[in-house]
T-cell receptor
């Protein structure tokens, strides 16, 4: 079955550490996205990529980095520069062309700073 | 600035009734609007997309309206069931044209 997989489901980070969240899709989608969700804040866009080897900052990119070396993969690194990283992180993908199918989301990674 | 507003208060209704959720937006000129369902601890799931030239769209027990003059979309669930209890998000394409902005969502609770 086609889908989008995020791992790990739960992640604990110590102060000053970088951590990388994995996102893999087998839907043959060109576009991929990272969102952060905090209680009462809704989803906020961190980074997005419309095509391999290209990505753009979203609304809250500071303290995060991404890469898009393969169509299927869009990992997110939360760096030590991100001052408040505890949140629920969601990866999504979509076809580039407007379709009736919207975004497909992964099941999320919950990151906690300890 | 661009805003997408959904009722922050939870909506509690009785099973069998129609639930109506509201999405209002400002500073968007949307070609389409989308609705998603999110269960606790899970990623959102796409439900429906309605285009600017479509006044109404239906899918099973779901109905969405889109009024670009009022800058509002209404999302209806008819004959609601406890399994419909979830948070419902509306989404619009940002002015960059490349990614969706989401409302904060409205929590729906359907009681037997």
């Amino acid at each position: 079955d086609g889908g989008i997989t995020q791992s790990p489901k739960y992640l604990f980070r110590k102060e000053g550490q970088n951590v990388t969240l994995s996102c893999e899709q087998n839907l043959n989608h060109d576009a991929m996205y990272w969102y952060r969700q905090d209680p009462g804040q809704g989803l906020r866009l961190i980074y997005y990529s419309q095509i391999v080897n290209d990505f753009q900052k979203g609304d809250i990119a500071e303290g995060y980095s991404v890469s898009r070396e393969k169509k299927e993969s869009f990992p997110l690194t939360v760096t030590s520069a991100q001052k408040n990283p505890t949140a629920f992180y969601l990866c999504a993908s979509s076809s580039r062309v407007l379709s009736n199918y919207g975004y497909t989301f992964g099941s999320g990674t919950r990151l906690t700073v300890v | 600035s661009q805003k997408i507003e959904q009722n922050s208060e939870a909506l509690n209704i009785q099973e069998g009734k129609t639930a109506t959720l509201t999405c209002n937006y400002t500073n968007y000129s949307p070609a389409y609007l989308q609705w998603y369902r999110q269960d606790p601890g899970r990623g959102p799931v796409f439900l429906l997309l309605i285009r600017e030239n479509e006044k109404e769209k239906r899918k099973e027990r779901l109905k969405v309206t889109f009024d670009t003059t009022l800058k509002q979309s209404l999302f209806h669930i008819t004959a609601s069931q406890p399994a419909d209890s979830a948070t419902y998000l509306c989404a619009l394409l940002s002015n960059s044209g490349y990614a969706l902005n989401f409302g904060k969502g409205t929590s729906l609770l359907v009681t037997p």
